[in-house]
């Protein structure tokens, strides 16, 4: 997710927290220590309102990261390749590969809201324990708070809608059932555009009603809505490109030398690549090392062509999908989504004889589709 910063790792996963993160902490820290907490807790003064109230924010967050952590660790316990886990406003996202299996579909998507029930069970045992023991009111409301928000975030998760966990587990069962993975995502995502859109007229009324709450929900929903429509069109996308392989919808590329200078590159390479938006790299020994689109160059300052090298303003090869002729393409999406949007180069004996763009899968996808196909069992990048 753009605008995210890295905050170490969670079993190995990296953490990010997205810039509007600390929106959620505050929103919640002002509703927290302004409302509630005066009303569970009486009689406190509003300087330890407001402190406590952060700690719960802060919490609350804690109890977020944890709930995405263990769709990582269960996904990475099934072999499933995690990319990374973020925070942001409206909660938490974990990027992974495709479960190969619908058993390990619906096990990595329960595992979140399950956590969530634990921490919310846990947070009630402690706030039981802080009151009635301790006679700690205000740190007994805090997480008495903490495990309500557990729960209602655990009960919110399982409604049978992607892109929430509840989604996920509809889409494994009618996988399993049907045996069809991409009829059961659509199916999965038209109910998350049904909810994402009942959410968003049930938020705008209530805010009209007078609720801040309301924005909130509405938000949520365009936020649910949104990521249903795209995971309904990644599905169509996918059974477009059943069985078809990487040589299948190559391009052939020419290819440049990031040796090069940015001018001699201008006149020679792009004039013989016509069209070609890219230019695939090789270092001087010919072997692959990047990517550079050609508008890049052309930004170059005239004045400083003659001196700038194209591997200086160029994508490293990073930022690409490596692939054979006889790769799938279902499977090198997935990998894509890792390579921030990159071209797939296409390899043969270590030297590049292909490339495929975004719009060449696009381009594909626009085809008359063979009647029979072997069904998927991978899709692009998920998440929970």
């Known amino acids: 997710m753009r605008g995210s910063l890295s905050l170490g790792r969670i079993g190995g996963v990296p953490l990010r927290i997205h810039w509007s993160a600390p929106v959620l902490i505050v929103f919640l820290s002002i509703t927290l220590g302004g409302s509630t907490l005066p009303a569970w807790a009486p009689g406190h003064s509003g300087g330890a309102y407001k402190a406590w109230a952060v700690v719960g924010a802060l919490l609350l967050a804690v109890t977020l990261v944890a709930h995405e952590g263990a769709h990582a660790l269960v996904a990475r316990r099934a072999k499933v390749e995690v990319k990374d886990v973020t925070v942001f406003a409206l909660g938490g996202v974990t990027r992974m590969g495709s479960p190969r299996t619908a058993r390990d579909e619906g096990f990595i998507a329960a595992a979140g809201p399950l956590t969530s029930l634990l921490l919310g069970g846990v947070s009630l045992g402690l706030a039981v324990l802080a009151h009635d023991v301790l006679h700690w009111s205000l740190p007994a409301a805090v997480l008495a708070w903490a495990a309500w928000a557990n729960v209602v975030l655990a009960v919110f998760n399982l409604v049978p809608a992607a892109p929430l966990d509840g989604g996920r587990v509809l889409q494994a069962v009618i996988w399993r059932l049907r045996g069809d993975r991409d009829r059961a995502a659509r199916i999965s995502a038209r109910c998350g555009q049904v909810v994402g859109a009942l959410m968003v007229v049930g938020g705008w009324l209530e805010f009209l009603a007078g609720s801040a709450g309301g924005l909130w929900l509405a938000l949520l929903g365009l936020f649910v809505s949104t990521a249903a429509l795209a995971e309904a069109r990644r599905s169509v996308l996918l059974e477009a490109l059943r069985g078809v392989r990487a040589g299948d919808v190559m391009r052939p590329a020419v290819i440049g030398q990031d040796w090069q200078t940015v001018e001699r590159a201008l006149d020679e390479t792009v004039p013989r690549a016509g069209g070609q938006p890219l230019l695939p790299l090789t270092d001087f020994d010919g072997r692959p090392s990047g990517v550079v689109p050609v508008n890049t160059l052309l930004t170059v300052p005239a004045a400083r062509r003659a001196e700038i090298r194209v591997r200086q303003v ?3 090869l990073s930022r690409c999908v490596l692939a054979a002729p006889d790769d799938r393409v279902t499977d090198l999406l997935e990998h894509a989504g890792a390579a921030a949007g990159g071209p ?3 390899l043969e004996d270590g030297r590049i004889v292909g490339m495929i763009t975004s ?26």
């Not at 996808?365 to 069904?375: D, E, G, K, L």
């Open 314 to 316: 160029a994508a490293p």
């Open 344 to 346: 797939i180069l296409v």
């Open 359 to 384: 719009q060449d899968i696009m381009t594909l996808t626009r085809r008359p589709r063979p009647s029979q196909r072997p069904p998927t069992t991978r899709s692009p990048d998920h998440s929970y």
